[in-house]
């Protein structure tokens, strides 16, 4: 019923409901709500425990390498020489350009390519050097340790060490670098340092820079190519040819943004490139014969342009070396080439040559940078490093002797050597991280390694024995490196325990909340419950912090665990304990029911889900698997709707769930492929997969959805009598409005990006105003009348001459679920703002299948063909099938959305939407609501599966308060058991090999998920949203009672 009709014979006045009921009713909804608290708390609790423990952190060490303490213990030492810092500089002054995301095949000349793509043999000024000048230009293709984005990357090209997984979280605004580093190196040896390009330097070294000399740009806009490199272009060559500098460091940006804004494959790589050529071959007629040029990448990019992953292009980047003056090495290169053969040939699973391309290159970590350009500039290695000095580049001699080239190369190796196994002590001493065994192989390593050269004595070197010693110090090195790689993915079980303990926890006291209140009408926190709970937490959190939890035997742990970690661990168990202990006074209803088949079919979905992530092949593919899950929750449905007897109904829920099934289909249909998916994966988010521009076809669809989906509810709204008041004016004309000019914005990216002409100020000032629209406008609307429903009076003449007055209230029926879903469009357009074309399609279509999902839910219930629940409650129960589909629609649509469970997938170039440059508070926030645009979209609209179609009443308007308590603990259990489902998968596979690669990012994604769900559904759902939602409706109605 969509109006309701009320005979009065005089003016109507609404009714004031009581005080003292609202009172009991208020006070019971924050019970609840704080139980609610409580519960998120403690997943948040468990997820911060097991991150702990699984992804582990380095430890920094504050040592401090010094020019005045040679690592060298032995009578090799050249410190006698006042002058010298632990070896003699080799030259003067130093050119590092860094080209950022140079991908190693960007580099490599391939002569026979007659069809080169636009990102190949675009620097033929490298090839023309390794031809012309072998002997002292080399090519390397450079190795970067994941994860490959440019903070992490800058930090292992300063201080050697390697990052850890999780400190790809430290993406936006690096801080101050507090390790021993290589630019804090060079300047307490006084090297004079000139930098110009991305500032991302000058927030890791603050107070290395000179002011004068230091020209940063904004790094983060990736929709700019030229700003940052022209700067640079425009100083570089004068600062050469001057004398105000010892090390010049220019960092370019703009092939990176290139493939960020366009991918590889685009004509505007090929432009960036031959400026780059251009520049490089300028620099390298410019240097004298006192300095040596690197130029390098700090990572490379997938086909995309995106990095940020281990994928093989996203982790090979380029080195290229050239200096003057390098007669006579050629026999000293050959000889250095043979020990490297040897040494692959004892290592087989250390390759220091590529055979991926026209030719074998060398290939080296990228962290072998930081010791070899220290001591070819004569100042101490930073204490942190794990890089091994490049041969190639020590090999020359003062006499142009090979003996003395050998021996040259060799000290340098044993400092090397002495500064890393110094080192490696050092961080055994603080942590438990070494164990005895491989302590023990590397001492025995690097004393086989001191014999051999201690042998070796004062009289000229052969190539026999240069090559024994170099083989043995470099297997010290090589299994060092490999020894920390595996050690810093280790991973301390004890917290990785308790984290899981506290979810398994946390899970049971859902169960049981559910279950005390299953025979009850009303869902109700007792405050006695809260009381126990509080207590619990409190006598833990004094343990933990008192230091008591240090003793407990199965809580001891290697990692150095605060005090803080041990106050959070004890308020976790101790608040869990105290319901628990709640749970045994009152009692527990120990008879179980069996479940309705709605439970019986959500469970089916939710144990499936927690069984695939058992496998890494099932985690990749889980962008179908969802899909077929919520196909078979539709064909059912469909199955179901011809046993109602109703045909108006049964074709409705026929429409209803046809329409599910096809929306369904049609966002199969947009997609990012992640590599292990490849090459059964064709990606349709963007107009190709090599590129993250969209086709001028989206745009077209966009623009019309930006027209139709504000139709479809307006529709929706008249059916019900609801198009009134608030929703005329933001359906018709705020919503539509802000979603044009979304459309608006994206096709002048596009134009831009086709033709090459710059919109910049016109798609600031559009998007802004659709900001606007959507968080002033769409905001104010809603929070100042919210509810659609108009009243009309109707005077009709009675038989005795007098006026008999009918109020008429259009949108009755449905006055809760219109006034919520109202702010759901809110909250939906400002989705669609931060989401690329395709996202935003992806995100009108949810909308559509968020109302075909209600509707589908409504019928059933009253048709009883899915719920089986006690329909005499005056509102339906929300099951844990309703939980699980919502659930199940947002991981789909964070996938449709043109995600994956992959960093590469973050979509970083939305950090600029709406901005001139990075934000470092704005910024995180666009990104992540483009990112979990989805599970924000469906956790917010959970709660309209008890509002939706229910008219207010006494009963209905009081059992509101009650129910929103158990829709939201059935979908706390949902996500907490697939998390736990993930947390326990990710800890069972830990040496997984694909660990690293699918199980951690897919572990993120469900904490982050779980988290952002609840957080939405509290905060949103439950007090802002639908409390403003129930009073507003309440005090319209004038509703009284309760009951």
């Known amino acids: 019923m969509n109006t309701k009709a009320v005979n009065s014979a005089g003016p109507s006045a609404p009714n004031k409901a009581p005080e003292e009921p609202w009172i009991k009713v208020y006070k019971k909804y924050i019970l609840v709500i704080a139980l609610c608290i409580w519960i998120l708390l403690t997943h948040i609790g468990g997820i911060y425990l097991f991150t702990r423990g699984f992804l582990l952190s380095r430890k920094i060490l504050e040592n401090k390498s010094e020019c005045e303490v040679s690592p060298l213990t032995g009578p090799s030492s050249d410190m006698a020489n006042p002058e010298v810092c632990w070896h003699k500089p080799a030259f003067k002054k130093a050119v590092v350009i860094l080209v950022d995301a140079l991908r190693f095949d960007f580099a490599v000349f391939n002569e026979t390519n007659s069809e080169p793509a636009f990102y190949q043999n675009k620097l033929p000024i490298l090839e023309r050097y390794l031809s012309e000048q072998p002997d002292n230009s080399f090519l390397f293709q450079y190795i970067a340790d994941p994860p490959t984005s440019t903070l992490q990357r800058l930090q292992a090209l300063t201080t050697g060490s390697l990052p850890t997984f999780i400190d790809v979280g430290n993406n936006f605004a690096g801080s101050a670098l507090l390790e021993d580093n290589l630019m804090e190196q060079l300047k307490n040896q006084g090297k004079r340092i000139t930098f110009m390009g991305d500032d991302t330097w000058v927030s890791i070294f603050p107070e290395v820079f000179r002011p004068n000399h230091t020209f940063p740009f904004p790094s983060f806009n990736v929709f700019d190519l030229h700003t940052v490199d022209n700067g640079i272009l425009s100083r570089l060559k004068d600062t050469i040819d001057g004398d105000e500098w010892d090390v010049l460091i220019a960092h370019f940006l703009g092939v990176d943004h290139c493939g960020h804004r366009y991918g590889p494959n685009h004509p505007s790589m090929g432009q960036k490139l031959t400026q780059m050529n251009q520049m490089i071959a300028t620099t390298l007629e410019q240097i004298d014969d006192e300095t ?39 026999q000293l290169l050959n000889e250095v080439h043979a020990a490297l053969k040897s040494l692959d040939a004892q290592e087989e699973d250390w390759s220091s040559y590529t055979l991926d391309y026209d030719r074998p290159h060398r290939t080296i970590p990228q962290i072998d940078f930081v010791p070899t350009l220290s001591l070819l500039l004569g100042i101490p290695i930073p204490f942190n490093n794990l890089g091994t000095v490049i041969p190639e580049l020590f090999v020359h001699s003062e006499d142009g002797s090979v003996g003395q080239g050998l021996a040259n190369l060799l000290e340098v190796t044993q400092v090397n050597a002495h500064q890393v196994y110094q080192y490696v002590h050092e961080y055994a001493r603080f942590s438990a991280a070494f164990s005895s065994d491989v302590l023990g192989e590397l001492d025995t390593l690097f004393k086989n390694a001191e014999a051999a050269y201690a042998k070796l004595g004062q009289g000229a070197i052969t190539a026999d024995d240069f090559r024994s010693v170099f083989v043995l110090y470099h297997m010290f090195l090589r299994f060092t490196l490999k020894a920390c790689r595996h050690i810093w993915a280790q991973f301390d079980l004890t917290l990785i325990s308790i984290g899981v303990g506290v979810l398994l926890g946390g899970l049971a006291c859902i169960f049981m909340q559910l279950r005390r209140n299953a025979s009850r009408s009303i869902f109700e926190v007792q405050r006695g419950t809260l009381i126990n709970v509080g207590l619990g937490a409190f006598a833990g959190l004094f343990l933990g912090a008192a230091g008591f ?31 628990l202990f709640d749970l045994a006074v009152a009692g527990f209803p120990v008879q179980l029911t069996l479940p309705t088949s709605a439970t019986f079919i959500g469970l089916v979905f939710a144990v499936a889900q927690c069984l695939f992530y058992t496998s890494n092949s099932y985690i990749v593919q889980e962008d179908k698997i969802i899909l077929a899950m919520l196909q078979t929750f539709g064909a059912i449905v469909l199955f179901r709707a011809f046993s109602i007897n109703d045909v108006e109904s049964r074709l409705r829920l026929i429409l209803f769930s046809t329409t599910f099934l096809i929306i369904n289909r049609i966002t199969g249909y947009s997609t990012i492929c992640r590599e292990e998916q ?79 002409t710059s919109y910049a100020f016109l798609k600031l000032l559009t998007i802004r105003f659709g900001f606007g629209i959507a968080l002033v406008v769409g905001v104010s609307c ?57 996202g935003g399609i992806m995100l009108g279509l949810a909308m559509v299948q968020l109302v075909c999902t209600l509707e589908i839910f409504d019928l059933a219930r009253d048709h009883k063909i899915l719920s089986g629940s006690d329909m005499s409650h005056p509102l339906p129960y929300p099951g844990f099938l309703e939980a699980c589909i919502f659930g199940l629609l947002g991981l789909l649509y964070f996938y449709a959305t043109g995600h994956q469970a992959t960093l590469p997938s973050i979509q970083w170039s939305i950090a600029l939407v709406g901005l001139n440059e990075v934000n470092y508070f704005i910024s995180p926030i666009l990104v992540f609501c483009n990112t979990f645009a989805a599970p924000i979209l469906f956790s917010l609209a959970a709660p309209l599966v008890v509002f939706w179609k229910v008219p207010p009443n006494t009963k209905t308007t009081l059992a509101f308060f009650s129910t929103l308590g158990r829709l939201v603990f059935h979908h706390f259990l949902y996500m907490n058991l697939v998390t736990l489902a993930m947390v326990v998968a990710v800890a069972c596979f830990r040496r997984h090999l694909m660990v690293w690669k699918v199980f951690a990012p897919r572990f993120m994604l469900a904490g982050v998920t779980l988290i952002t ?14 409390y403003k939602t129930l009073n507003e409706v309440r005090t319209f109605f004038g509703v009284s009672g309760y009951q």
């Open 782 to 838: 809603w929070y100042t009348n919210p509810v659609c429903v108009d009243v009309k009076v109707i005077n009709t003449p009675t038989e005795s001459g007098a006026p008999n007055r009918t109020v008429v209230v259009f949108g009755y029926s449905n006055a809760f679920g219109t006034a919520y879903f109202l702010f759901v469009t809110v909250v939906y357009l400002f989705l669609v703002m931060v989401q690329r074309p395709m």
């Open 549 to 579: 939890l240090r003793s407990v035997p199965f809580l001891a742990t290697d990692l150095d665990i605060s005090v803080g970690d041990y106050s959070l661990m004890g308020a976790c168990f101790g608040s869990i304990l105290g319901y």
């Open 292 to 330: 040596i040029v690197l130029i390098m990448g700090d990572h490379g990019m997938d086909a995309k342009g995106d990095h940020g992953g281990d994928s093989p292009l996203e982790v090979e980047s380029t080195l290229f070396v050239h200096f003057k003056n390098a007669e006579g090495q050629r």
């Open 1013 to 1026: 769900w609840e957080v939405v559904l509290v905060v949103l759902g439950l007090v802002f949203v639908g």
């Open 678 to 756: 490849a090459p059964y994966c064709v990606a349709t988010f963007y107009s190709e997969e090599t590129s993250t521009v969209s086709s001028p076809l989206v745009i077209a669809i966009h623009f019309a959805f930006s027209v139709v989906v504000p139709y479809i509810f307006k529709e929706i709204y008249n059916r019900t009598r609801n198009f009134n008041d608030t929703a005329v004016i933001w359906l018709s004309y705020g919503l539509r409005c802000g979603l044009l000019i979304s459309s608006t914005y994206w096709a002048l990216e596009t134009a831009e990006t086709a033709s090459g």
